[in-house]
């Protein structure tokens, strides 16, 4: 399988990804799965299309060590964003562990599942303002399709405001498994 870091935009024309490059520079904080829609693209490829200081990638093999991270970091958003559905589940993240073909998730915790983590192929680290002067930490799952098995964001607190210990956690998994940079 193609390694989804670095060929995330060798099928799109050049034109098409300058024009997402552009777009992207000029307003980073919008709903990326809308631009990809209306660009006829992945995710990945509008991911990758985000200004350097805005996002980064680690292979998918590391999918495993990024969820064992995660999960020490306390209460994290889990979003999954299909056409039809933006669907989001708080807590903290539970150890996961393989069986039967599923990295399975259980126990304690409102978030819980069976994910094909095999399946990813990338694992984003985006750090960006989102919706005007917010800003948001994602870690994103792609698959080999370009798109987001599921995004895991950085918890707030109870003014909406980053939890600190989670934003330093996410910048050292980030640097560890990519190198600086993101933030």
Not at 107 to 122: N, Q, V, Y
Not at 132 to 159: H, L, P, Q, T, Y
């Amino acid at each position: 399988m193609p390694d989804a870091r670095t060929d995330a935009c060798t099928a799109t024309p050049e034109d098409t990804l300058a024009s997402l490059r552009a777009r992207l520079a000029a307003e980073p904080g919008g709903v990326l799965e809308t631009v990809a829609e209306e660009a006829g693209v992945s995710l990945h490829t509008v991911t990758a299309c985000l200004p350097a200081a805005f996002r980064a990638f680690a292979p998918g093999d590391q999918a495993e060590a990024v969820m064992g991270d995660i999960a020490a970091w306390g209460p994290v958003t889990v979003l999954v964003h299909s056409p039809d559905l933006i669907l989001e589940c708080k807590g903290p993240l539970p150890r996961g562990q393989f069986g039967r073909g599923y990295f399975n998730l259980a126990g304690g915790s409102p978030i819980g599942g069976h994910i094909r983590l095999d399946r990813c192929t990338a694992v984003g680290f985006v750090r960006r303002p989102f919706m005007g002067n917010s800003e948001s930490c994602a870690v994103v799952f792609f698959n080999g399709d370009g798109a987001a098995m599921f995004k895991i964001f950085v918890g707030r607190d109870d003014r909406r405001q980053l939890l600190p210990d989670q934003v330093d956690r996410f910048a050292a998994l980030q640097a560890r498994l990519c190198g600086p940079g993101v933030g």
